[in-house]
């Protein structure tokens, strides 16, 4: 069964550059979240989006922006990038109705 | 206020039953979900409960919700070395969207 893809796996970046990940939902998947997940720590939410609309903000860092496409992907904007922005950041999709939010593989960022 | 709690650390031997326990606060909590994450990967979605249940059974997992004492549990049957991983609680909350709310994991430690 497809899954959600992410890209980049990995990505190496230096302070103060910018990055953008990607996201391809689940086909039919019609809501898409990103979580960051710190070294030793638990996913926390950053912000989803439902039919191309944002539904949500987490604890976002205003140097980020994400939006979602007409095609369902989606793409986080990450400015002025910070040491402490090294995390695996996850996104996961959900079909609207539905219970079962699945996870891509994670984009893990290293800010040097 | 939201806030899921899980013990950090859990050893068994191969072949035992493994219970991890979860705590939660939110009453508006509508679905509770197990996830495992191995290292450097992502996460995989196990099982979840809807928060009218009381148990669950799928395969070898057991999920057991005890709504009073907000306090959910994964049995996991015959316990193999491929189940060493972490394993995350998380809760989905009434009408915030869908997001969710990790425990801090409890990594699993399978012993030949």
């Known amino acids: 069964a497809a899954g959600v893809i992410q890209s980049p796996r990995h990505l190496i970046k230096e302070k103060r550059e910018t990055a953008t990940l990607k996201c391809y939902p689940i086909p039919r998947h019609d809501t898409v979240y990103w979580y960051q997940q710190g070294p030793g720590q638990d996913p926390q939410f950053l912000i989803s989006f439902y039919e191309k609309m944002q539904s949500d903000k987490g604890s976002i860092p205003d140097r980020f922006s994400a939006q979602q496409f007409s095609d369902y992907h989606s793409e986080l904007n990450m400015s002025s990038l910070e040491l402490g922005d090294s995390a695996l950041y996850f996104c996961a999709s959900i079909r609207s109705g539905g219970h079962e939010q699945y996870f891509g593989p994670g984009t893990r960022l290293t800010v040097t | 206020g939201e806030d899921v709690e899980q013990s950090l650390f859990l050893s068994v031997r191969e072949g035992d039953s493994s219970v991890i326990n979860c705590t939660y606060t939110d009453s508006s909590s509508t679905y509770l979900y197990w996830y495992k994450q191995e290292p450097g990967a992502g996460l995989q979605l196990l099982t979840y409960?809807?928060?009218?249940?009381d148990m669950k059974q799928d395969q070898r997992l057991t999920v057991l919700l005890n709504k009073k004492d907000k306090h959910l549990s994964l049995r996991i049957a015959d316990t193999q070395t491929g189940d060493s991983a972490i394993y995350f609680c998380?809760?989905?909350?009434?009408?915030?969207?869908?997001?969710?709310?990790f425990g801090q994991g409890t990594e699993l430690s399978v012993k030949p």
């Open positions: 409960i809807f928060s009218n249940m």
């Open positions: 998380a809760e989905s909350i009434r009408n915030q969207g869908g997001k969710l709310i």
